[in-house]
């Protein structure tokens, strides 16, 4: 059965949700709302998307701001995709409205719109994780099981979404750790016993003590993570990313340490931090990065804005000209999908632009091949671009 897309101007729709649609335009819009039910749905997709939206924050840091870089150019008055020195560069505007939306075809043999089927084999992520216990003992968690133990006078709590560890009067005498491992497709969040919080990304571990005990805060990561560090002044945190150490009182900061990456790169928000590697080391300011390279230790510095680097915990992507390669891993995480390339030139390929984290994925494979620079080919859990 042939089809044949028939989309309505995505300028019009901009109007109609921002209240500047002319008579004319109108007209057009309601016309087209009434040939069919599909497009009442679509209509409807988009005012919610940006009314509200899936958030998997539990914080009050508010990275509304940064995601409204993104989102409030659905006001312009266009929507489109251009070239820029050579690579194809997508406007804000273009990445969050294409994602809201679901893909309307036309069907000659039926003569009237519809939705196409949603790719069902390729999911977003949801809340989930395994746990070591100190002695070994390992306990699944997800959206269908919760959790409720003591171990040495340590209460440990999990709904399922998230878990959190409260001290009892009984202090331990020696650090027993526990192990939280985020698998691909998954995510989490983590209250430590001294009350910081901490956002778990896909394919991430976090290795970190029961209780607290002795003069420092210390934990282990591999992947990524967004801390919260409760304020001890006479016990400084530390996160260790195999060769870079931070040190923090109390503060908000990201880190991004996945082992396939050549840089560790550490992103502030509040407060201040040191982050050191074999060779030196740099403190950062708020909305400050560091980026430590793997092999030679060296630490980089630069001015960003550090809440772009934290959407991904809101709900959010956010990619400020990226490469196809660099979102693709993203993507990898996120969806636990395997990405291969048929066409090299595709990797140099770069984007910028945002879209909700649960989006499906057939939607973000619409948007990538609107550029008409990259093709997707899916098989299961299989991505191919070409």
Same mark, same amino acid.
Not at 160 to 180: F, H, M, V
């Given at each position: 059965?042939?089809?044949?897309?028939?989309?309505?101007?995505?300028?019009?729709?901009?109007?109609?949700?921002?209240?500047?649609?002319?008579?004319?335009?109108?007209?057009?819009?309601?016309? +087209?709302? %009434?040939?069919?039910?599909?497009?009442?749905?679509?209509?409807?997709? =988009?005012?919610?998307?940006?009314?509200?939206?899936?958030?998997?924050?539990?914080?009050?840091?508010?990275?509304?701001?940064? +995601?409204?870089?993104?989102?409030?150019?659905?006001?312009?008055?266009?929507?489109?995709?251009?070239?820029?020195?050579?690579?194809?560069?997508?406007? =804000?505007?273009?990445?969050?409205?294409?994602?809201?939306?679901?893909?309307?075809?036309?069907?000659?043999?039926?003569?009237?719109?519809?939705?196409?089927?949603?790719?069902?084999?390729?999911?977003?992520?949801?809340?989930?994780?395994?746990?070591?216990?100190?002695?070994?003992?390992?306990?699944?968690?997800?959206?269908?099981?919760?959790?409720?133990?003591?171990?040495?006078?340590?209460?440990?709590?999990?709904?399922?979404?998230?878990?959190?560890?409260?001290?009892?009067?009984?202090?331990?005498?020696?650090?027993?750790?526990?192990?939280?491992?985020?698998?691909?497709?998954?995510?989490?969040?983590?209250?430590?016993?001294?009350?910081?919080?901490? +956002?778990?990304?896909?394919?991430?571990?976090?290795?970190?003590?029961?209780?607290?005990?002795?003069?420092?805060?210390?934990?282990?990561?591999?992947?990524?993570?967004?801390?919260?560090?409760a304020h001890d002044k006479?016990?400084?945190?530390?996160?260790?990313?195999?060769?870079?150490?931070?040190?923090?009182?109390?503060?908000?900061?990201?880190?991004?340490?996945?082992?396939?990456?050549?840089?560790?790169?550490?992103?502030?928000?509040?407060?201040?931090?040191s982050v050191s590697g074999?060779?030196? %080391?740099?403190?950062?300011?708020?909305?400050?990065?560091?980026?430590?390279?793997?092999?030679?230790?060296?630490?980089?510095?630069?001015?960003?804005?550090?809440?772009?680097?934290?959407?991904?915990?809101?709900?959010?992507?956010?990619?400020?000209?990226?490469?196809?390669? %660099?979102?693709?891993?993203?993507?990898?995480? +996120?969806?636990?999908?395997?990405?291969?390339?048929?066409?090299?030139?595709?990797?140099?390929?770069?984007?910028?632009?945002?879209?909700?984290?649960?989006?499906?994925?057939?939607?973000?494979?619409?948007?990538? %091949?609107?550029?008409?620079?990259?093709?997707?080919?899916?098989?299961?859990?299989?991505?191919?671009?070409?």
């Amino acid at each position: 059965m042939t089809k044949i897309k028939q989309i309505i101007d995505f300028e019009i729709l901009q109007k109609k949700i921002n209240n500047t649609i002319s008579v004319e335009e109108d007209l057009i819009f309601k016309n +087209w709302l %009434e040939d069919d039910q599909a497009n009442l749905t679509y209509f409807e997709n =988009a005012q919610k998307y940006y009314q509200d939206g899936s958030h998997f924050d539990q914080n009050s840091i508010d990275n509304e701001k940064a +995601w409204s870089n993104v989102s409030t150019h659905l006001t312009t008055k266009s929507v489109y995709w251009k070239k820029v020195s050579g690579f194809v560069m997508a406007t =804000a505007a273009a990445v969050a409205l294409l994602l809201i939306s679901y893909r309307v075809v036309y069907n000659p043999d039926q003569n009237h719109t519809e939705v196409v089927d949603q790719q069902q084999e390729i999911v977003p992520g949801k809340a989930k994780a395994i746990l070591t216990l100190s002695d070994g003992t390992r306990q699944s968690l997800n959206e269908e099981q919760s959790l409720e133990t003591e171990i040495d006078g340590t209460k440990i709590l999990s709904d399922g979404k998230s878990i959190s560890y409260a001290n009892q009067a009984k202090a331990l005498a020696e650090l027993k750790y526990n192990l939280l491992d985020i698998p691909k497709g998954g995510e989490y969040f983590l209250q430590l016993s001294d009350g910081t919080k901490v +956002w778990l990304n896909a394919e991430t571990t976090l290795k970190y003590p029961v209780q607290f005990i002795g003069d420092n805060r210390t934990v282990e990561l591999v992947g990524e993570a967004y801390f919260e560090v409760a304020h001890d002044k006479n016990k400084p945190f530390y996160v260790k990313s195999d060769d870079q150490t931070i040190r923090v009182l109390g503060t908000s900061f990201n880190v991004s340490s996945y082992p396939n990456d050549e840089d560790i790169i550490t992103t502030l928000l509040e407060g201040s931090v040191s982050v050191s590697g074999s060779n030196n %080391e740099s403190v950062l300011a708020p909305n400050e990065q560091s980026r430590m390279n793997r092999i030679s230790g060296e630490i980089g510095r630069r001015v960003v804005e550090g809440q772009e680097f934290v959407l991904w915990k809101s709900g959010k992507f956010y990619f400020q000209n990226k490469s196809m390669v %660099e979102i693709m891993k993203i993507l990898e995480r +996120w969806y636990d999908i395997e990405v291969f390339y048929d066409n090299e030139a595709v990797k140099n390929v770069k984007l910028t632009g945002g879209f909700q984290r649960y989006e499906d994925f057939e939607k973000v494979k619409m948007l990538i %091949e609107t550029t008409e620079t990259v093709k997707m080919m899916v098989k299961g859990k299989t991505v191919i671009l070409k």
